[in-house]
């Protein structure tokens, strides 16, 4: 078993109490036992997996010797198992150099959404690559479904407020199209735009309709604004189907 350093941060401990969080540093923990991967990395500041350049050069300088921050994690639910709030690529990285994992776990349980958000971006802005602007939207998405409004969520992410609103946009129509049940692959082949002027159809049976027309014909994105704009001179779902 290689033996890992781990080093406090002060710099974290000072954010996680301006923050109200109360927490343990807690030594000898194993990536595949003691933590709820799945959700761990659904947690993290980045969409996706993990970068495996970025694990497999932390394991090198692990097994050098090279100090590293302590991850930082929460309890979930009733399990005893943990939830990466920081620390996804150390916790891999450390399994891969065959050592045990060293950090902060927050105590108790249902923290508020916001201050974790910010204690997850703060720590990937100092230990990971800065995020994508794609990935702040993802996380602006996901604080409007929390209850957020969009003014609020844009300001926890730093973007302004019409990006984060069409965003929420773009994920409602995409979330509409999967509840309509169309064909995923193809509706993602459609252009941002296409997607946009779809939406925009005032009934539901309207937007399926033309959808699967779209989808089927490969109708361009200026042909599907017109077929949009004529059709949303009704509101009446049977003459939007009747137009398709």
């Given at each position: 078993?290689?033996?890992?350093?781990?080093?406090?941060?002060p710099?974290?401990?000072?954010?996680?109490?301006?923050?109200?969080?109360e927490?343990?540093?807690?030594?000898?923990?194993n990536?595949?036992?003691?933590f709820a991967?799945?959700?761990?990395l659904?947690?993290?500041?980045?969409?996706?997996?993990?970068?495996?350049?970025?694990?497999?050069k932390y394991?090198?300088k692990?097994?050098?010797?090279?100090?590293?921050?302590?991850i930082?994690a929460?309890?979930?639910g009733?399990?005893k198992a943990?939830?990466n709030?920081?620390g996804?690529h150390?916790?891999?990285a450390a399994?891969?150099a065959?050592?045990?994992?060293?950090g902060y776990?927050l105590?108790g349980?249902d923290?508020?959404?916001?201050?974790m958000?910010?204690?997850?971006?703060?720590?990937?802005?100092?230990n990971?690559?800065p995020l994508?602007?794609?990935?702040?939207?993802h996380?602006?998405?996901?604080l409007?479904?929390?209850?957020y409004?969009?003014?609020?969520a844009?300001k926890?992410?730093?973007l302004?407020?019409?990006?984060?609103?069409q965003?929420?946009r773009?994920?409602?129509a995409t979330?509409?199209?999967?509840?309509?049940?169309?064909?995923m692959?193809?509706?993602?082949?459609?252009?941002i735009?296409?997607?946009r002027?779809?939406?925009?159809?005032?009934?539901?049976?309207g937007?399926?309709a033309?959808?699967?027309l779209a989808?089927k014909?490969?109708l361009?994105q200026?042909?599907?604004a017109?077929?949009?704009?004529?059709?949303n001179?009704t509101?009446?779902?049977a003459e939007?189907?009747a137009?398709?």
């Open positions: 078993v290689v033996n890992i350093t781990w080093k406090r941060d710099d974290a401990e000072a954010k996680m109490a301006e923050l109200g969080f927490f343990d540093w807690t030594e000898g923990l990536w595949d036992t003691d991967q799945r959700e761990s659904a947690n993290q500041g980045r969409i996706g997996d993990v970068d495996p350049g970025t694990v497999g394991a090198e692990m097994k050098s010797g090279t100090a590293f921050p302590g930082i929460q309890l979930i009733e399990r943990k939830v709030i920081g996804n150390r916790c891999r399994k891969l065959g050592g045990t994992i060293s776990v105590r349980r923290h508020p959404a916001e201050a958000l910010e204690l997850t971006l703060w720590d990937n802005d100092r990971g690559r994508s602007e794609r990935e702040l939207l996380w602006g998405v996901q409007c479904d929390q209850g409004s969009q003014t609020d844009a926890l992410v730093g302004k407020v019409p990006k984060v609103a965003a929420v773009d994920n409602n979330r509409d199209a999967k509840l309509a049940g169309l064909d692959d193809k509706w993602d082949a459609l252009s735009g296409a997607r002027d779809l939406h925009g159809i005032r009934t539901n049976e937007f399926v033309l959808a699967q989808m014909a490969h361009p200026d042909v599907i017109k077929e949009v704009t004529e059709m001179t509101n009446q779902a939007h189907v137009h398709v």
